[in-house]
């Protein structure tokens, strides 16, 4: 071992393998034989292994107090202090277990999902420096490197989504995932820097008491705090910023399992997971009103969609809301726990629909039909006896997202809810954001259930496809029964307590809360307690909406008793806003992205077109050579100047004293004038 | 110091004027084919400097020739800078398709002489020192932009850059007759000393003197609004000359602009303490720091609406130059080592971009984004170096780019409140700019068919200086302490006379 | 007296520098730069600066003006060609201009300037000639290399290459 401590050469190993896999493919995949796929996968199968290790560790040690730290020196120059480092606690070994888990099942599902595609070694080489630089994020002790693998989340999903690049839409969907994450990043890095500015360090621990110690506090932190949201507003496809994460969905369907479940989207809820303490009040209604307004949001897209990945896109959305609201109200160890739960049965869902889009495909290619859409959920229909492993699954994974007992969604979700009754119960003036948490609750088991019964129940709608329609193979339903499993709530209450609707198992007794360092924010316990006294009420509530929702679309989508159809009809408006998003890509393009783009555009005329068009008049020869500088190639023009009026020797020089004299370099000077007098009045007036 | 006991001092800048003189009077001895080998006495020649450089480094003097140099060791980084510079340019120049059938001899005893120029530059600490120098680099590169006199858009370049040099450097010398109207000397110290005897009634002669050598310094660094000059030379000019343009008399005239401004307009307890201000309460700082904004700012937006590489780059090392301005008026030793880093990352990055954009120039026969199609496929090695030298001049992690832009933003973040603004329109720009360098990047992975045949430039050359500059500019983005230490400890030259 | 001739002096070297600017023909433009240059050398008599009076006279009016007119004359019907001036900007030109003679004017008016003690004519050549053998004999030096230079760019770009 490297070091010694078993837990820094664990976390060094956990981060640098899967790097190592990349390098190697990246360099050498196409000659190796596979393409080197083997080699991705020891490699994430062993980091599995090493946070299973980590896991039977913590569970065996049993101290929700552990901490281990490391600190690596990296720049030290007074001021500049920067240091790379671990922090592992309970949360870092529960979230590398997440993601080497979900990693390591993407990894094995592509093994069958993505043969044959010409870019297999760069594929695996990808999913290492995605999963590379999650661990990063997950295991960082300081802003700073945080801010790095950031970075590389962002980078390395840009790769991943633009994978199959050929297509215009998964170019524009990559580009678009890339830049809008931008938006959020300077947010993130305002946040960063005003940290950084007030309390000289980016260390969290020095952060966390430099906040405590009011180094940093009042409007100033409030505004650092959302900075930092910001980032995770981005990354965790929040709005105003969710534009990004369905059209995300033209990746490979693995990926998107990966993206949705473990690294990209897990980021933003673990930023603020990791950061709980240091917003303040109003830093934390802002985000629990920007979390509960996406989840009721995005799930009203959801409603709408016919796209089997969008649905599922619109639904990460909005469950990503319930655990930013949770941050939001306090109760950030309910958030976390949803991402875990979370992890797994929306790593299955995307699983179950890869298999299903796969089943669909080798159908309709058989057919040699080109024209229909694998992912349309209209042409699917009673696949359950086709496909009765991916159809099982995914019902159970369906289960735990709607919230129904004995799996595990249904656990975070009711202490997300339990937590935002006891918020709105302290505050009542925020009263609304109950009604989101529980609004969403609704749609999402309606719409996840339309989801199941359009696909797996029902008549077939295109029966000829439907002939074709096989199993996917073990290499592609092992994963989904894993996941399924993990799906139900026995093993998140394990070894306290077998009771299915009382959290009191590992995951409680291990990951407690922390104070918050701001002053004025409720204390854990408070919270802790507050969600204890409002957890039966919760849980009564939020079964009644399950069984609405999932009811509804049981009458809606199963037995057809209510048209789906004559309900679009009577809400026509809300149905057209919902199928189409809210507009909101139109709004941008038209808001910020065309004005943008116009102003530039004004900038480069003044500053090039202006001097060059109506500067300069007469002088035939030489506009065309100004159209030759500005792109027109005019090879007429410029021989016939080269030979009017100077001498053959002098071509060159007497050439360029034409071009002069058109006026073009006065101009320049006389700008450079106009500068100065500018400059010198700005000058006068500061100095007066 | 007395002229000749100045000598032993000067070994740097004796071999590097000997270096011109050998290039030239060898080119006499080569056949017309062989006028290229003139380039191994100048590489040669150049490289003796830079151990010269080193070996005389560490010492501080100040005041060589009675008063008119200074050998300290800022001047040794930026003149380190300087030499690496030339000779990365003159090896790029070796396979510079462009230059073939043209006189190469006069070629590299012109660039040996700017390079003379440059360095002098960096050292100057009297006025009229500083002067001379500037016009051997003005000069000097008029003729490198012209150098292609076949071409027309060359010729129209350089009558360009000598115009509107001849009227910036007349600006300059009329705000220099005014200070020494003002004060009598010539030395930048003596000149401190004499302007902070002067009551607030010279404050506007003062003002206007400063503009007016802003002028001058201002187009050496191409700073809105004396910019106009820059796109259409570099445009014009052989690509390596832009590339050259493009750091080199950038990196020198930042070098004198610190010198200058910080000595002769800077208040006397200067560097080391933290109470460093300009002289007279001067608004001098204020008025870079507007000017890095409207550099930043108006280099960008016209960069993203160019359609060729090279255009693109010349307005982008435009807003370049808008932030390495930043670190000037928070007058902090954070500012100006957070400069010196950054020149130094982004001569890499420069270079390197140029570097490629020449060879695609040379190889595809175009500079429109739509020449570098498929490359990235084509020739993956060019692709991957382009793409790091694009994201590390956007100035992302983990790249050298983002380590320079990070201590510039951090020194003017340190500097308080007064400049939070700028550090804001400082950000903003660096994400404006990812749209502009990630095109690039776009077109040579998503556009353009793709090739399975993958092949590596012909030349040994090319493919050696373009690993020279791509791994330094990746592997300084994770390890960059030693150039930190370098930077910092190249700070004191305020030794007083 | 003495400020009545200073004042002639100074409009015919403004005056002609102005027809250098704006006549049409380039002859006639090089031809009003003679009395610029001129004009520029009484005010270096005003200034009893004998020695850089008679370099004027010398470099700028026997050679560089001389060379001037002889590239005009030799120049192939360039004699004959117009000059426009459709590109003077005269109206943002003419309010940059005046705005400059303004602050330039007002900072000539208001500002401290060193003044010489010793008003009375000396011999300027030899104090000249200490200074750039002794103060600034770098410049003077590396002046050197920039006219070498100079001259090899010169060279360069005027030499006729039959290959180019």
């Not at chain 1, 507050?530 to 939020?542: I, Q």
């Not at chain 1, 709004?587 to 992205?593: A, K, Q, S």
């Not at chain 2, 809105?224 to 832009?242: A, K, L, N």
Request: neutral net charge.
């Amino acid at each position: 071992m490297i070091t010694g401590n078993f837990y820094t050469d664990a976390s060094l190993v956990i981060l640098f393998l899967p790097l190592l896999g990349f390098v190697i493919n990246i360099l050498f995949g196409k000659k190796l034989p596979r393409q080197g796929d083997w080699i991705s996968i020891s490699a994430i199968l062993t980091t599995l292994v090493l946070a299973l290790i980590l896991f039977a560790i913590m569970l065996k040690n049993w101290d929700y107090k552990f901490s281990h730290e490391v600190i690596m020196p990296w720049i030290d120059m007074g001021a500049f202090k920067i240091e790379l480092g671990f922090w592992v606690d309970n949360i870092t070994i529960v979230m590398l277990l997440v993601v080497a888990l979900i990693s390591s099942m993407t990894h094995i599902f592509s093994l069958e999902y993505m043969k044959g595609d010409i870019r297999y070694n760069r594929y695996y080489a990808y999913l290492g420096l995605f999963t590379f630089s999650m661990n990063g994020i997950v295991l960082a002790n300081n802003l700073m490197s945080l801010y790095i693998f950031w970075e590389l989340v962002g980078v390395s999903s840009y790769l991943l989504i633009g994978h199959w690049f050929e297509k215009n839409s998964a170019a524009d969907a990559s580009k678009k995932a890339f830049l809008t994450n931008r938006v959020g990043d300077i947010g993130f890095f305002i946040g960063i820097m005003l940290m950084f500015t007030a309390i000289g360090s980016f260390n969290f621990q020095d952060v966390f008491a430099g906040v405590s110690d009011g180094e940093i506090k009042g409007n100033l932190l409030t505004l650092a705090g959302l900075g930092l949201f910001m980032g995770a507003v981005g990354k965790s496809s929040q709005f105003p910023l969710h534009i990004w994460l369905p059209d995300a969905m033209e990746g490979p369907t693995p990926v998107s399992a990966l993206m949705h479940a473990a690294t990209m989207v897990a980021a933003g809820v673990y930023l603020t997971v990791r950061l709980f303490p240091i917003f303040t009040p109003d830093a934390l209604v802002t985000i629990a009103y920007v979390g509960g307004f996406t989840a009721i949001f995005a799930a009203t897209i959801a409603i709408t969609q016919n796209d089997i990945k969008k649905v599922l896109a619109y639904s990460t959305v909005s469950q990503l809301g319930y655990m930013i609201l949770a941050v939001g109200v306090g109760n950030y160890t309910a958030a976390f726990f949803h991402l875990l739960t979370h992890a797994m049965f929306k790593a299955c869902l995307f699983y179950g629909s890869g298999s299903v889009i796969h089943a669909m495909h080798h159908s309709l290619h058989n057919l040699h039909d080109h024209d229909t859409d694998p992912q349309d959920m209209r042409n699917m229909g009673g696949f359950h006896k086709k496909m009765p492993i991916t159809s099982t699954t995914m019902t159970l994974a369906t289960l735990a997202i709607a919230g129904v007992p004995l799996f595990s969604g249904f656990l975070s979700k009711d202490a997300i809810l339990a937590g935002t009754l006891y918020f709105v119960d302290q505050n009542p003036q925020h009263m609304i954001l109950a009604f989101f948490g529980f609004g969403a609750a609704a749609i999402t088991a309606f719409y996840m259930f339309r989801l199941i019964f359009l696909t797996f129940h029902g008549e077939p709608k295109m029966p000829k496809v439907f002939e074709g329609i096989h199993e996917s193979p073990s290499l592609m339903t092992a994963p989904l029964v894993i996941l399924a499993a993990l799906s139900t709530y026995i093993f998140y209450t394990l070894p306290i307590n077998l009771i299915p609707w009382k959290d009191y198992g590992w995951f409680t007794k291990l990951i407690k809360a922390k104070d918050s360092v701001v002053a004025g924010t409720p204390s854990a316990k408070e919270i802790y307690d507050g969600v204890h006294y409002m957890h039966d009420l919760a849980l009564v509530l939020s079964l009644t909406v399950a069984s609405i929702g999932i009811g509804l679309s049981f009458l809606m989508y199963y037995r057809s008793t209510i048209s789906s159809k004559s309900w679009a009809k009577r809400f026509g408006t809300f149905y057209r806003l919902s199928l189409n998003k809210y507009y909101f890509d139109e709004i941008y393009n038209r808001v910020f992205y065309q004005p943008f783009l116009k102003f530039c555009n004004i900038v480069a005329i003044i500053d090039w077109d202006l001097y060059d068009k109506y500067f300069i008049n007469g002088f035939g020869h030489v506009t065309k050579l100004l159209s030759k500088v500005t792109g027109q190639v005019d090879y007429d023009g410029l021989d016939q100047t080269l030979v009017d009026g100077v001498g053959r020797s002098a071509g060159g020089l007497g050439k360029g004293l034409k071009n002069i004299q058109t006026g073009r370099l006065q101009n320049y000077m006389l700008f450079a004038l106009i500068g100065v007098i500018i400059i010198l009045i700005v000058q006068y007036s500061v100095i007066l | 110091m007395s002229n000749l006991e100045s000598l032993k001092f000067f070994w740097p800048e004796l071999i590097l004027s000997a270096t011109a003189l050998i290039a030239i009077l060898s080119d006499l001895i080569y056949e017309r084919k062989d006028s290229h080998k003139v380039s191994f006495w100048a590489i040669g020649g150049l490289l003796l400097t830079f151990i010269t450089i080193r070996l005389f480094g560490g010492s501080s003097i100040n005041g060589l020739f009675m008063g008119t140099m200074a050998l300290d060791p800022f001047s040794e980084f930026f003149k380190i800078l300087i030499v690496l510079s030339t000779i990365i340019v003159m090896l790029m120049s070796f396979n510079s398709s462009e230059l073939d059938g043209y006189r190469k001899g006069e070629y590299y005893t012109i660039m040996s002489i700017m390079a003379f120029g440059l360095v002098m530059m960096t050292s100057a600490i009297d006025v009229l020192m500083f002067y001379v120098a500037i016009e051997i680099v003005s000069i000097m590169s008029f003729f490198l932009a012209g150098y292609l006199k076949r071409n027309p858009n060359s010729n129209e370049a350089s009558l360009k850059y000598v115009i509107y040099g001849a009227f910036s450097s007349g600006v300059m010398l009329y705000g220099l007759s005014i200070l020494f109207g003002l004060t009598g000397e010539t030395n930048f110290f003596a000149i401190k000393n004499a302007i902070s005897q002067l009551g607030p009634d010279s404050n506007l002669a003062l003002i206007l003197s400063i503009v007016f050598i802003l002028v001058g310094l201002g187009y050496k660094i191409s700073a809105v609004p004396f910019h106009f000059w820059t796109p259409d030379v570099y445009e014009g000019s052989p690509t390596s000359i832009t590339a050259y343009l493009s750091v080199a008399p950038k990196a020198a005239g930042f070098a004198l602009i610190i010198r200058f401004f910080n000595i002769a307009f800077g208040s006397n307890s200067a560097m080391g303490s933290d109470e460093w201000s300009s002289l007279n309460s001067l608004p001098w700082p204020f008025l870079i720091a507007l000017l890095s904004a409207a550099t930043m700012t108006i280099g960008n937006l016209v960069a993203i609406q160019q359609q060729s590489v090279k255009r693109m780059l010349a307005y982008s090392s435009i807003a370049h130059a808008g932030y390495m301005m930043m670190a000037i008026p928070v007058m902090s030793q954070s500012g100006i080592y957070g400069l010196m880093i950054y020149l130094f990352m982004y001569m890499l990055m420069n270079l390197g971009a140029f570097f490629v954009v020449m060879y695609v120039q040379d190889k595809f026969d175009g500079e429109n984004f739509d020449a570098f199609n498929g490359l990235g496929w084509k020739m993956p090695l060019l692709g991957i170096s382009m793409t790091l030298f694009m994201v590390a001049l956007t100035g992302l992690p983990p790249t050298s780019g983002f380590v320079g832009k990070f201590y510039i933003f951090a020194a003017v973040i340190e500097a308080g409140n007064q400049y939070y603004w700028l550090a804001f329109v400082g950000v903003i720009n660096s994400v404006v700019s990812l749209y502009y360098y990630i095109k690039v990047v776009r077109h040579m992975y998503f556009e353009g068919e793709r090739s399975d045949i993958v092949s590596l430039p012909e030349s040994k050359l090319t493919t050696s200086l373009v690993l020279v500059l791509a791994l330094p500019t990746f592997f300084l983005g994770w390890y960059f302490s030693p150039l930190v230490e370098w930077a910092n400890n190249s700070l004191n030259f305020f030794l007083g006379i | 007296m003495a400020d009545i001739v200073f004042w002639f002096v100074a409009f015919i070297t403004v005056f002609s520098a102005g027809m250098v600017v704006t006549s049409k023909s380039l002859l006639y433009s090089a031809y009003s730069l003679l009395f610029t240059f001129l004009g520029v050398t009484g005010l270096y008599i005003f200034l009893w600066a004998d020695f850089l009076a008679v370099v004027q006279v010398v470099v700028y009016i026997g050679g560089i003006l001389v060379l001037i007119i002889f590239g005009i004359m030799l120049t192939n019907k360039i004699t004959s060609v117009n000059i426009s001036h459709s590109s003077m900007q005269k109206g943002v030109g003419a309010v940059v201009a005046i705005g400059f003679i303004a602050s330039l004017g007002y900072m000539a008016i208001s500002s401290p300037w060193l003044q010489a003690a010793n008003t009375e004519p000396a011999e300027t050549t030899a104090s000249i000639g200490r200074l750039l053998l002794m103060d600034y004999l770098l410049p003077f030096e590396v002046a050197s290399l920039l006219l070498l230079g100079a001259l090899i760019g010169a060279t360069t770009l005027s030499r006729k290459d039959e290959d180019g």
